[in-house]
């Protein structure tokens, strides 16, 4: 089994490089099972952060210095900030309860599976992990930093994916403008065309209308007049 | 860390061959394009213009695929690898570009009916059905993993919102939202396939893996083989392959029809053509490891897909069960692993796409305002109503049954023969099974479509799901609201609600022909029944003055659906049903053309 | 020089269990979406560790990509689940069935 060559590898490690691997790799995971277990989502998401934070450490550890800055950067400073964002803007920091769960025959199979997976891949890599062409694309010089490389690396190797970053941007952005959108205008009956009120428009304003709890109905006469049928989003 | 003098790196930059990307930069250009034109018109470009560039640019796509296809499969030319081997142009990529851009074409046509029922105009639909269809062709052309999981992303996250675009529908919030997170999971499963695979080769470029694999025999290829399994399982999700298919009915039912249109023929080809790309071309020599799970796969697929559809009363599960199962033929094709299953394979996705975009857009007219009559019962009589659309969907189900003389019977017969050349009679036999069994919800539609009492049971108009509170009414606009109410015939077993009211007894609105408002005379518009859609998801439905109604009278979560549209309106999604017909029988009976293109469709490597 | 490569790639296993089992167990929409994290982040380890060990730069490009792709997933996914909740103000997967399954 591995742990033979294991321990030999181990044994020559220089002991600040392991300290630092040793407590980073347990902040990611008890990060990461915090994420799975704690009942608030809000609780998750400071755990994902610890996760996300030992990974960064993880990835100065391995002299990916431009990925660690960035992992902090996105991550950290952007993901989970968004997450909290939501959450707190939604007020969806409801807990979840354990006990009456539904689903508890999918809980258990998902822990089996879970088990499954990490033992499969645990087992198939039993000796050798790394059994790829050594430097096939570019090596990593280490001249002054990693950017150097990873930027010539993207710039050149990488020229179309990140080309394609491009698009996938602009979707993303399309699409959260599409779901984002409040759903001012409601089709009216007998009109071909509906033409899109922009959402800054006098008449979404939520004053006019009935004072109903979220979903608002709007009536429509029989001659199918125009008039706006507006939703509030409330808070 | 020495901070000398950074030295001045001489960046050689690939040189990008223009033509080899064109149709990924009409299909992005013309989306940014449409966008902006969009936002400088504020709004005011009457929104079919929408459809129309849409429709012009997919055609600009087929052209330029056509032109590259042409480039490559000519006497002095041959397929080549551009961008540093990012992206590989060869007649299979060339063929997938074309099915995306032509069923682009065709959802762009269709989809303009469908939005000006429900009241969405805009351009965004169209630009992410063009960014979409941009991922997919990236996909199909990938020659790199790390191109064909940005192309995959694209495409996908794309299908997450047009899965969510219907906004007033609750169902397609969370259509969208079950797409999303398995989409994500999948997503994320296939990446770390990419990194085990790229950690045990060395490369994620598809060439250099080959390579490397063929030169190299692993004495540990654990990590690689797991990083193959990872792979599969995110391709199978996308795909919809049976253990990982649970999301595909949910997806179906509650997303827009044209947005389901447009997924299942774009998602499932990107995904067929990564799949074929990386397990195919570039991990030929583990054929022996994924050959059999391949099989297996493929089995679970075509028995579960075509049984489990038997069962269902809402067309569109019943349809996405169909494309399990049609995944399951497709895959055949890849377990024969022979050219001649290849060419199958594909051969049945370009055939396919047009059969499911036909199918969605009859279920989608069918379907009418609300986006809501999808159950059977909706089809009952269906051929009296709506004749030529009967037709065209009878002929939609007739070949996906894969009855001779349609492209969907050629699909079977060249995979199952590529299936028989590698000796894999049994993996044919149960396909028969499967098409068998297939048959027969196939045909059960049709005949229902065409029943000779189709004229005694008037379907109500009143579908309606369930609400969040998970209690669907239905009332029926009669007198005898309470009889109605009561008498409500439940036939569907999947909590859904499904009025039948029979004509004349229960049933007080005179000529209620209800069901089909947008083929149909208008012939209710008069009868002053009044829509009100909410936009939340409890509907209600209010009828005033109906002719045999007293007073008013309230019915909780109706959609009546107002027969005001004239007869033949949706114009575009005529034509692009009938393109979907004429391709279906005349490549049905004329097959030799298309499969021979399938058979030039050959890979790179 | 180093802790050996293969407590990395082991670690990145554990954590990619983790977020798997994670999705498979939790039913709040948030808390999964979570768990994908965790999984494109056992990917990334997975990735600049082999990138170190082969001495090649592709490994980390990678995972620059992976970040954009991860930055746009949860883009879109806050977007659905924002417009979800406009309807349905409930983040617990369970509570939404209107579909079957």
Known sequence: MMSVNFLAAVAHVAVPDAVTFAVAAVVVVLGAIGVVATKSPIHGALCLV????????????????????????????????????????????????????????????????????????????????????????????????????????????????????AALLITAVVGAVLLARRRS????????????????????????????????VAEVAPGGEDKDQNEVVSQ | MNLGVVPTLALVVPKINYWAILPDLILIGGALAVLALSSLTGRRFPAIWYSVSTAFLALATLGSALYL???????????????????????????????????????????????????????????????????????????????????????????????????????????????????????????????????????????????????????????????????????????????????????????????????????????????????????PTLRLDWQPVLWVLSVATLLVGSVLAVVQTDVKRMLAYSSISHAGFILIGLVAANPSGIAGSLYYLFTYSFLAVGSFTVVALVAGKGDSNHSLASYRGLSKRHPYLAAAMALMLIAQAGIPFTTGFLGKFYVLAAATDAHSYALALIAILSSVIAAFFYLRLGVLMYAPDGGELAVAPAVASGSASGSAQAGSASSAAATALAGTELLDAEDELLPVTRKGSWFAVPDDRGGDPILDDPAMAGSGVALVVSGDEAISGEVVNGPGAVGELRAPEIIDVPSSEKAGRDIGAAISIAICCTVTVFFGVFPSMLIDFAKQAKLLF | MTVHASWYLILGAVLFSIGAVGILVRRNVLVMFMCVELMLNAANLTFVTFSRELNDVAGQASVFFVLVVAAAEVVVGMGIIVSIFRNMRSSIADDIHVLKG
């Open chain 1, 50 to 165: 610890g996760t996300l934070i030992g990974v960064a450490v993880l990835f100065l550890e391995e002299q990916a210095d431009f990925l660690a800055a960035v992992q902090v950067i996105v991550y950290a400073g952007a993901i989970v900030v968004l997450f909290l964002f939501v959450m707190m803007l939604m007020g969806v920091d409801r807990e979840e309860s354990f006990k009456d769960d539904p689903m508890k025959v999918q809980r258990v199979v998902g822990i089996i599976v879970g088990a499954c997976v990490l033992a499969g891949v645990l087992i198939l890599a039993n000796v050798q992990w790394v059994t790829g062409a050594h430097s096939a694309n570019a090596p990593l010089t280490g001249r002054v930093s990693n950017v150097n490389d990873l930027a010539n690396s993207v710039f050149t190797v990488y020229l179309l994916p990140f080309e394609a970053t």
């Open chain 1, 185 to 216: 205008v409601v089709p009216l009956v007998g009109m071909t065309e509906s033409p899109e009120v922009p959402p800054g428009s006098p008449e979404v304003s939520p004053t006019e209308l009935p004072g109903d709890d979220g979903g608002s």
């Open chain 2, 69 to 283: 296809w042409f480039d490559i499969t000519g006497k002095h030319h041959h397929a080549f690898v551009a961008i540093d081997a990012g992206i590989a142009v060869d007649g299979f990529s060339q063929l997938i570009t074309m099915l995306v851009a032509a069923t682009l074409f065709l959802v762009a046509l269709s989809a303009p009916g469908y939005l000006r029922r429900e009241g969405a105009g805009g351009p965004e639909f169209y630009v992410l059905s063009m960014l979409s269809a941009s991922g997919a062709v990236l996909m199909g052309s990938a020659n790199d993993l790390i191109v064909m999981f940005l192309g995959l992303e694209v495409l996908s996250i794309a299908l997450y919102v047009m899965a969510g675009s219907n906004l007033k529908a609750i169902a397609s919030g969370e259509a969208a939202l079950k797409y999303f997170i398995l989409g994500a999971f999948s997503s994320a499963i296939f990446l770390y396939g990419i990194a085990l695979t790229y950690g045990s080769t060395g490369s994620t470029n598809l060439a250099s893996i080959a390579n490397y694999l063929a030169k190299n025999l692993l004495e540990h290829n654990g990590v690689l083989l797991a990083g193959a399994a990872l792979m599969l399982l995110g391709f199978g999700f996308k795909v919809a392959l049976v253990p990982f298919h649970a999301w595909s009915p949910d997806v179906y039912q509650g997303s827009p029809t044209p947005s389901v249109a447009f997924m299942s023929s774009v998602a499932k080809a990107a995904g067929f053509a990564g799949l074929i790309r990386v397990f195919y071309s570039a991990l």
